[in-house]
T-cell receptor
Protein backbone atom coordinates (compact mmCIF):
# COMPACT_ATOMS: atom_id res chain seq x y z
CA UNK A 1 0.00 0.00 0.00
CA UNK A 2 1.81 3.08 -1.23
CA UNK A 3 1.88 6.08 1.04
CA UNK A 4 0.80 9.60 0.21
CA UNK A 5 2.43 10.69 -3.03
CA UNK A 6 3.28 14.24 -3.90
CA UNK A 7 4.75 15.64 -7.06
CA UNK A 8 6.82 17.34 -8.01
CA UNK A 9 9.19 17.05 -5.05
CA UNK A 10 10.87 20.30 -6.03
CA UNK A 11 9.45 23.12 -8.10
CA UNK A 12 11.14 26.32 -9.19
CA UNK A 13 9.05 29.18 -10.53
CA UNK A 14 9.68 32.79 -11.42
CA UNK A 15 7.56 35.52 -9.94
CA UNK A 16 4.23 35.76 -11.72
CA UNK A 17 4.14 32.15 -12.90
CA UNK A 18 1.71 29.51 -11.75
CA UNK A 19 2.55 26.58 -9.49
CA UNK A 20 0.52 23.36 -9.48
CA UNK A 21 1.18 20.87 -6.72
CA UNK A 22 -0.30 17.38 -6.81
CA UNK A 23 -1.19 15.00 -4.05
CA UNK A 24 -2.38 11.42 -4.36
CA UNK A 25 -3.75 10.18 -1.02
CA UNK A 26 -3.23 6.72 0.33
CA UNK A 27 -5.47 4.09 -1.21
CA UNK A 28 -8.86 4.14 0.44
CA UNK A 29 -8.41 7.64 1.88
CA UNK A 30 -11.00 10.20 0.86
CA UNK A 31 -9.87 13.09 3.06
CA UNK A 32 -6.98 15.33 2.03
CA UNK A 33 -5.30 18.15 3.95
CA UNK A 34 -2.78 20.70 2.71
CA UNK A 35 -0.24 22.37 5.00
CA UNK A 36 2.51 24.90 4.38
CA UNK A 37 5.83 25.00 6.18
CA UNK A 38 8.08 28.02 6.07
CA UNK A 39 11.79 27.52 6.86
CA UNK A 40 12.43 26.81 10.54
CA UNK A 41 8.72 26.86 11.35
CA UNK A 42 5.97 24.36 12.04
CA UNK A 43 3.28 23.37 9.60
CA UNK A 44 0.32 25.68 9.08
CA UNK A 45 -3.04 24.31 7.97
CA UNK A 46 -4.32 25.58 4.64
CA UNK A 47 -7.28 23.54 3.43
CA UNK A 48 -9.20 20.31 4.03
CA UNK A 49 -11.00 18.55 1.20
CA UNK A 50 -13.08 15.50 0.65
CA UNK A 51 -13.82 14.17 -2.80
CA UNK A 52 -15.23 17.06 -4.85
CA UNK A 53 -15.81 19.21 -1.74
CA UNK A 54 -13.86 21.82 0.15
CA UNK A 55 -14.68 21.31 3.83
CA UNK A 56 -12.45 23.89 5.52
CA UNK A 57 -10.34 26.49 3.73
CA UNK A 58 -9.81 28.76 6.71
CA UNK A 59 -6.03 28.66 6.29
CA UNK A 60 -5.95 29.48 2.60
CA UNK A 61 -4.94 32.97 1.47
CA UNK A 62 -7.97 34.61 -0.08
CA UNK A 63 -6.24 35.44 -3.33
CA UNK A 64 -4.12 33.44 -5.78
CA UNK A 65 -4.53 30.10 -3.95
CA UNK A 66 -7.04 27.43 -4.81
CA UNK A 67 -7.43 23.71 -4.16
CA UNK A 68 -9.49 20.91 -5.59
CA UNK A 69 -9.95 17.19 -5.08
CA UNK A 70 -11.84 15.84 -8.10
CA UNK A 71 -13.76 12.62 -8.19
CA UNK A 72 -10.97 11.08 -10.23
CA UNK A 73 -7.31 11.94 -9.91
CA UNK A 74 -5.10 13.67 -7.39
CA UNK A 75 -5.79 16.71 -5.27
CA UNK A 76 -4.30 19.88 -6.75
CA UNK A 77 -3.07 22.94 -4.92
CA UNK A 78 -2.76 25.79 -7.36
CA UNK A 79 -0.92 29.04 -6.73
CA UNK A 80 -1.34 31.73 -9.34
CA UNK A 81 1.07 34.61 -9.92
CA UNK A 82 3.56 33.31 -7.37
CA UNK A 83 5.59 35.72 -5.26
CA UNK A 84 8.81 35.11 -3.34
CA UNK A 85 6.86 34.81 -0.10
CA UNK A 86 5.19 31.66 -1.48
CA UNK A 87 8.53 29.84 -1.25
CA UNK A 88 7.94 27.06 1.25
CA UNK A 89 7.42 23.34 1.62
CA UNK A 90 3.85 22.26 0.93
CA UNK A 91 2.73 19.05 2.57
CA UNK A 92 -0.30 16.99 1.83
CA UNK A 93 -1.82 14.55 4.31
CA UNK A 94 -4.63 12.06 3.98
CA UNK A 95 -6.89 10.10 6.27
CA UNK A 96 -9.64 7.56 5.71
CA UNK A 97 -12.21 9.61 7.61
CA UNK A 98 -12.57 12.63 9.80
CA UNK A 99 -9.75 13.06 12.28
CA UNK A 100 -10.54 15.89 14.69
CA UNK A 101 -13.65 14.27 16.03
CA UNK A 102 -12.30 10.74 16.21
CA UNK A 103 -8.60 11.33 16.70
CA UNK A 104 -7.38 9.48 13.63
CA UNK A 105 -3.87 9.87 12.32
CA UNK A 106 -3.12 11.96 9.28
CA UNK A 107 -0.53 10.42 6.98
CA UNK A 108 1.83 12.88 5.37
CA UNK A 109 3.47 12.91 1.97
CA UNK A 110 7.12 13.88 1.39
CA UNK A 111 6.19 17.43 0.45
CA UNK A 112 6.79 19.73 -2.51
CA UNK A 113 9.45 22.34 -2.03
CA UNK A 114 8.55 25.44 -3.97
CA UNK A 115 11.18 28.04 -4.71
CA UNK A 116 10.12 31.31 -6.29
CA UNK A 117 12.93 33.24 -7.93
CA UNK B 1 -2.87 32.19 16.59
CA UNK B 2 -0.42 29.36 17.00
CA UNK B 3 -1.99 26.62 19.10
CA UNK B 4 1.16 24.78 20.09
CA UNK B 5 4.36 26.20 21.46
CA UNK B 6 7.25 23.89 22.04
CA UNK B 7 10.10 24.03 24.44
CA UNK B 8 13.00 23.90 24.07
CA UNK B 9 13.48 25.14 20.51
CA UNK B 10 16.66 23.12 20.24
CA UNK B 11 18.19 20.32 22.29
CA UNK B 12 21.59 18.65 22.02
CA UNK B 13 22.37 15.48 23.96
CA UNK B 14 24.72 12.50 23.91
CA UNK B 15 23.65 9.06 22.76
CA UNK B 16 22.14 7.11 25.61
CA UNK B 17 20.72 10.13 27.37
CA UNK B 18 17.02 10.88 27.60
CA UNK B 19 15.43 13.74 25.64
CA UNK B 20 12.37 15.58 26.91
CA UNK B 21 10.35 17.99 24.81
CA UNK B 22 7.37 19.99 25.98
CA UNK B 23 4.35 21.36 24.19
CA UNK B 24 1.80 23.87 25.43
CA UNK B 25 -1.47 24.75 23.79
CA UNK B 26 -4.22 27.27 24.31
CA UNK B 27 -7.69 25.86 23.69
CA UNK B 28 -9.57 22.66 24.43
CA UNK B 29 -8.41 19.73 22.38
CA UNK B 30 -9.71 16.36 21.32
CA UNK B 31 -6.29 14.78 20.98
CA UNK B 32 -2.61 15.64 20.75
CA UNK B 33 -0.19 14.02 18.36
CA UNK B 34 3.58 14.01 18.04
CA UNK B 35 5.33 13.92 14.69
CA UNK B 36 8.94 13.62 13.66
CA UNK B 37 10.55 15.30 10.67
CA UNK B 38 13.99 14.54 9.39
CA UNK B 39 15.74 17.40 7.63
CA UNK B 40 14.16 18.04 4.23
CA UNK B 41 11.67 15.21 4.60
CA UNK B 42 7.99 14.70 5.34
CA UNK B 43 6.44 14.06 8.71
CA UNK B 44 6.21 10.70 10.40
CA UNK B 45 3.48 10.11 12.95
CA UNK B 46 4.85 8.93 16.29
CA UNK B 47 2.03 8.76 18.79
CA UNK B 48 -1.48 10.05 19.49
CA UNK B 49 -2.88 10.69 22.95
CA UNK B 50 -6.54 11.48 23.49
CA UNK B 51 -7.81 14.18 25.82
CA UNK B 52 -9.07 11.60 28.33
CA UNK B 53 -5.68 9.87 28.53
CA UNK B 54 -2.81 10.94 30.75
CA UNK B 55 0.10 8.85 29.55
CA UNK B 56 0.98 6.66 26.62
CA UNK B 57 3.99 4.56 25.67
CA UNK B 58 5.35 3.37 22.35
CA UNK B 59 8.74 1.69 22.39
CA UNK B 60 11.26 4.24 23.66
CA UNK B 61 8.65 7.02 23.55
CA UNK B 62 6.57 8.18 26.47
CA UNK B 63 3.97 10.90 26.10
CA UNK B 64 2.11 12.62 28.90
CA UNK B 65 -0.85 14.95 28.68
CA UNK B 66 -2.03 17.37 31.35
CA UNK B 67 -5.23 19.00 30.15
CA UNK B 68 -5.48 21.17 33.28
CA UNK B 69 -2.16 22.78 32.37
CA UNK B 70 -2.77 22.46 28.63
CA UNK B 71 0.59 20.82 28.13
CA UNK B 72 2.18 17.63 26.89
CA UNK B 73 5.64 16.17 27.01
CA UNK B 74 7.47 13.71 24.80
CA UNK B 75 10.24 11.66 26.38
CA UNK B 76 12.66 9.68 24.25
CA UNK B 77 14.65 7.28 26.38
CA UNK B 78 18.12 5.94 25.58
CA UNK B 79 18.46 8.25 22.61
CA UNK B 80 20.34 7.27 19.45
CA UNK B 81 22.06 9.33 16.78
CA UNK B 82 19.25 8.26 14.43
CA UNK B 83 16.76 10.14 16.65
CA UNK B 84 18.25 13.40 15.38
CA UNK B 85 15.30 15.25 13.83
CA UNK B 86 12.72 17.94 14.49
CA UNK B 87 9.79 16.94 16.65
CA UNK B 88 6.40 18.63 16.40
CA UNK B 89 3.31 18.43 18.52
CA UNK B 90 -0.03 18.86 16.78
CA UNK B 91 -3.40 19.32 18.39
CA UNK B 92 -6.66 17.96 17.06
CA UNK B 93 -9.42 20.31 18.06
CA UNK B 94 -13.05 19.54 18.68
CA UNK B 95 -15.41 19.95 15.74
CA UNK B 96 -12.64 20.39 13.22
CA UNK B 97 -10.36 18.10 11.31
CA UNK B 98 -7.32 20.26 10.86
CA UNK B 99 -4.22 19.80 12.98
CA UNK B 100 -2.57 22.78 14.62
CA UNK B 101 1.18 22.35 14.78
CA UNK B 102 3.67 23.70 17.24
CA UNK B 103 6.91 25.37 16.29
CA UNK B 104 8.98 22.25 16.85
CA UNK B 105 12.00 21.14 18.83
CA UNK B 106 15.18 20.42 16.92
CA UNK B 107 16.89 17.48 18.59
CA UNK B 108 20.50 16.59 17.90
CA UNK B 109 21.91 13.39 19.36
CA UNK B 110 25.69 13.12 19.26
CA UNK B 111 27.27 9.66 19.00
Amino acid sequence: NAGVMQNPRHLVRRRGQEARLRCSPMKGHSHVYWYRQLPEEGLKFMVYLQKENIIDESGMPKERFSAEFPKEGPSILRIQQVVRGDSAAYFCASSPRQTGGLGETQYFGPGTRLLVL
Amino acid sequence: SQQGEEDPQALSIQEGENATMNCSYKTSINNLQWYRQNSGRGLVHLILIRSNEREKHSGRLRVTLDTSKKSSSLLITASRAADTASYFCATGLRNTDKLIFGTGTRLQVFP
